[in-house]
């Protein structure tokens, strides 16, 4: 834990400053953990947690008193430190931690740290949505919702899955109750929705049945602006709908943009209901303190799975699995909720990953398969592609060309005006009719410039279209996010000839050796790009999702844990955006969907899925759930061929890699599959602890004062022999022996064969090499890894245990450091 003892300092002198400055000193937002246990600890809700089991009941009469008490105990601390009552409270916690966020000077700091009733006190964190900034080209590769006639209709009836993030539009067809099969409340979830003058009753309904919104740490913090940032559930951005709705938004919803009917939109858990818990905000974020208020009422309302497609904006200090969000999360795991976390856009670089605990499903995020193909031709029938889900100039006639400096103002001709920003600049007589020439520059990734400027601009210029030249000084990082525009349009890339043809082709006509314009000679159509075309390319890492290994603190070691743990389509998603939200960062004013690219946008498909098991298999653990849509990931391509991930490149063209466990996981979800897993790999709440505790380094004390749990004496772990399903060793010296336990849950016997792929420089011994297992039934393999040959390289192979009755498990293995002992 971060250690946050400050420096000492006088007694009276804090009495002097606080009396005399109380009004002129700046106070933050600090969140203090305090002696007693919350309530998923508390003895009388439950001594343990049972390592497969549902979702606990959290209120009850004792743990209601047991509140009470926790916060008069807090109320006491305050007061008896801070005589004049100068702090605000801003949120008490009982159920996952013990404490308050207060609102106090730095000096009030010094002197409430040095209280024996606190444990520990942080400054409180920024956290952020997981949302890519990396900009793509308009349209590139590919977009839509996966779940597109995916087949899962009517599933996930009954679960509730939690969402923290910016809100939720109400209004939106994903989420209203009005469908043909009418929804019933959900049993055993007690939410509410808040009622303000911008979320009215009537709100909620069926289908959304939460909606709360926290928002006291975003105000203490000076950050919060009424004009655009709303105190109520309402999404004032748009990624909070788009999350809710890519998990659990009705099924055939129709997608229309600007007239144009892009199909039909669905969670993927159709059936399920929604909870939303506000706690980020439009240009802010969110602040920790709001996101554990918001994870405490998700667990008190009884959601059955957690959605966070946010988290840490990078690595924390201390133990990662300790930070507080992390620590919230095993508390949120004790009461038998499945939680699953975006791991970060950071990528493609190796430990980039942003989440990073065991008990979480961190989620990476692919591409799929749908394109929008646009094509451009020229007059002299030269025809290339390029990018932009946009209609086609209109009729079948081709349309005079003009750069935009050719068509700027004559007083203008010093001015830059190639990014089409403003229709001042140019002679509407030189430009109406035509198809426009724009540059995308610097100014584009700067934001100074973007793609509603230029749409405007064209507009208003009545011009036929706008070619749109990728300027070849843009690195991969600096391009644009994809937008669908109702104005015809196409991208031309730099990586291509076609960008040298097409402006040769222009000057060549258009312009006199001496570079004076003289004709009228060039000519284009936009063939439009709103029809998908589904290419059945398989799903490749993206560039911008966070590559593990993991690491387990500051310093960057690598952990025996795999991350991330699975991925899910996380680039260019369609889905719901609020009706009153952001532009996409392109100007373009919001519409009632957007397509937007994020490991934010993976993760809710996983919430979604894991609604689908858990509706399945009520019982189920979160580690159970977890272990279902890992062990039935593929990675492969129905070909055989391993899929791919984006590597780093200087190019404009993405490098291409065959993806490993530390880009996604155990690979890309089936959900198919995953309701059928045969074999699971569980784990509980005290298989976490045990892990804690066997992290070198990290003290019992440590783990006692973040988890309320101690470290059972005698027992000799290694963090690898966690019953997880994956095994990876950060530095494997000689052999090494890690046993997992498979417990078949499907209704029958079975008798499974093991194989194993090998890492390069380690074998691996399987036993037993054939298992036979009853219905119920759990028994353990033990795999035992041999260095063969030095290495500091990491080499990646599996486990694959295939049962007599088809079902295929199949576990990923990452071995870094290798030294054999001669
Ligand atoms: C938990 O139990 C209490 C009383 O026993 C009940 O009022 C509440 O609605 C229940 N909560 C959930 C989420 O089921
Ligand atoms: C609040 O937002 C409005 C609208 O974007 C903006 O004009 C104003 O400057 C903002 N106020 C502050 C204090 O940032
Ligand atoms: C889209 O959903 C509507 C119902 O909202 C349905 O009538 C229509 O057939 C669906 N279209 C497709 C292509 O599935
Ligand atoms: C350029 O000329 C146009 C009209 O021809 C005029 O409206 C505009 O103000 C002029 N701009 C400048 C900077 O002189
Ligand atoms: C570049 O041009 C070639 C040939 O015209 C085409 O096949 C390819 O798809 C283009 N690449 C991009 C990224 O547009
Ligand atoms: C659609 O994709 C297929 C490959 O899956 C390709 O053969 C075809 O040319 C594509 N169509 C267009 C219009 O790009
Ligand atoms: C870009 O990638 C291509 C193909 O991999 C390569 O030939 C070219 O040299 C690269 N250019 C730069 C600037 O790295
Ligand atoms: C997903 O799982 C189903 C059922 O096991 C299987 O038929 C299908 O081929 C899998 N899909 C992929 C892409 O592996
Ligand atoms: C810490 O816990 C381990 C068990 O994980 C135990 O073996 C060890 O003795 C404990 N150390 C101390 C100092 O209590
Ligand atoms: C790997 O383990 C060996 C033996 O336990 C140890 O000497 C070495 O320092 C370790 N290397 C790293 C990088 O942790
Ligand atoms: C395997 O070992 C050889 C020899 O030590 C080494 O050159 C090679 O890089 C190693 N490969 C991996 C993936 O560990």
């Not at 990662?320 to 508390?331: H, I, P, R």
């Not at 103002?409 to 109406?432: T, Y």
Request: charge should be negative; proline fraction near 6%.
């Amino acid at each position: 834990m971060v250690d946050c003892k400050l420096p000492l300092r006088s007694f009276i002198m804090l009495i002097i400053t606080l009396t005399e400055f109380t009004s002129l000193v700046s106070t933050e937002v600090y969140v203090v953990i305090v002696e007693g246990d919350p309530v998923v600890h508390y003895y009388r809700f439950s001594a343990t947690s049972a390592p497969s089991g549902k979702k606990r009941n959290v209120s009850n009469n004792f743990v209601a008193a047991h509140v009470a008490y926790l916060t008069r105990k807090q109320d006491f601390l305050l007061e008896s430190t801070f005589a004049k009552r100068n702090y605000k409270k801003l949120y008490s916690y009982h159920h996952l931690i013990n404490g308050f966020a207060v609102d106090i000077t730095p000096e009030q700091a010094d002197v409430l740290v040095k209280r024996s009733q606190v444990l520990h006190m942080e400054k409180d964190t920024r956290l952020t949505t997981m949302t890519t900034h990396t900009p793509e080209y308009l349209g590139l590769p590919t977009g839509c919702w996966a779940e597109l006639e995916g087949g899962l209709h009517n599933a996930g009836e009954g679960t509730v899955i939690g969402l923290v993030d910016t809100g939720v539009d109400p209004r939106h067809p994903s989420f209203s109750d009005q469908v043909p099969n009418s929804y019933k409340p959900p049993i055993s979830y007690s939410g509410k929705c808040e009622v303000t003058s911008d979320f009215p009753e009537g709100s909620c309904n069926n289908k959304l049945v939460g909606a709360r919104h926290f928002a006291a740490a975003a105000i203490s913090a000076g950050e919060f602006n009424a004009s655009i940032n709303f105190a109520s559930p309402l999404d004032e951005n748009g990624h909070g709908s788009h999350t809710a709705s890519t998990a659990a938004g009705n099924n055939g919803v129709p997608v229309v943009l600007g007239g144009f009917n892009y199909g039909n939109a669905s969670g993927m858990a159709p059936r399920a209901h929604i909870a939303e818990y506000k706690a980020l905000y439009r240009n802010i974020g969110g602040f920790f303190a709001d996101v554990v208020a918001a994870l405490e009422q998700a667990v008190i309302d009884g959601v059955d799975i957690i959605s966070l497609s946010l988290g840490p904006t990078s690595t924390p200090r201390g133990t990662t699995y300790l930070q507080l969000l992390d620590v919230a999360m095993l508390s949120v795991i004790k009461a038998g909720i499945f939680v699953t976390q975006a791991a970060g856009n950071s990528g493609p670089y190796p430990k980039t990953i942003l989440s990073y605990s065991p008990w979480i499903v961190s989620v990476a995020a692919s591409t799929h398969d749908r394109t929008y193909p646009n094509f451009i031709f020229l007059g002299d029938k030269q025809k290339f592609p390029g990018n932009g889900i946009t209609p086609g100039t209109d009729g079948e006639g081709m349309y005079n060309l003009i750069l935009a400096s050719d068509g700027r103002m004559r007083n203008l001709s010093n001015l830059d005006v190639d990014d089409c920003q403003d229709p001042d600049h140019f002679d509407i007589a030189m430009v109406e009719g035509k198809i426009m020439i724009c540059t995308y520059s610097f100014r584009f990734s700067l934001g100074i410039s973007n793609i509603g400027g230029l749409i405007s601009t064209a507009h208003t210029l009545k011009a036929a279209g706008v070619v749109f030249l990728i300027s070849s000084e843009m690195t991969e990082r600096q391009r644009f996010i994809p937008v669908a525009v109702e104005f015809p349009a196409i991208t031309i890339p730099s990586v291509n000839d076609s960008l040298a043809i097409l402006k040769y082709y222009y000057t060549s006509r258009e312009r006199s050796a001496t570079g004076v314009m003289i004709g009228t000679g060039a000519q284009a159509k936009i063939l439009g790009g709103q029809q998908a075309n589904f290419s059945s390319i398989p799903p490749q890492v993206t560039t911008f999702s966070s590559r593990g290994p993991d690491v387990d603190s500051s310093d960057m070691n690598v952990a025996d844990l795999l991350k991330p743990n699975i991925m899910a389509p996380g680039h260019l998603i369609w889905a719901a955006w609020s009706s009153i939200g952001e532009s996409t960062s392109d100007g373009l004013k919001a519409q009632n969907f957007a397509m937007i690219s994020g490991t934010s946008m993976a993760t809710p498909h996983i919430a979604g899925i894991a609604a689908l098991v858990k509706q399945k298999y009520p019982d189920f653990s979160p580690a159970a759930i977890a272990s279902a849509m890992a062990t039935t990931a593929f990675v492969v391509d129905s070909s055989g061929k391993p899929l791919l991930a984006q590597h780093p490149s200087n190019n404009v063209t993405e490098e291409l890699g065959t993806a490993t466990p530390f880009d996604f996981g155990a690979g890309a979800v089936n959900a198919t599959a995953a309701l059928d897993p045969g074999l699971i790999f569980d784990a509980g709440y005290e298989d976490y602890i045990t892990f804690l505790c066997s992290i070198p380094g990290l003290s019992n004390s440590t783990i006692f004062l973040a988890t309320r749990s101690k470290c059972v004496p005698g027992t000799n772990h290694l963090p690898s022999d966690l019953n997880t399903p994956s095994l990876t060793i950060a530095n494997l010296t000689g052999s090494r022996v890690a046993v997992r336990t498979v417990t078949n849950v499907a209704s029958k016997g079975e008798i499974y064969t093991a194989s194993v792929t090998e890492p390069t420089n380690v074998s691996i011994k399987v036993e037993p090499e054939v298992l036979s297992i009853e219905g119920g039934e759990a028994k353990p393999i033990a795999l035992t890894l041999t260095a063969t040959r030095s290495s500091a390289i990491a080499s990646f192979g599996s486990l694959l245990l295939r049962g007599n009755e088809g079902h295929m498990v199949r576990i990923p293995i990452a071995v870094l450091l290798k030294k054999p002992v001669p």
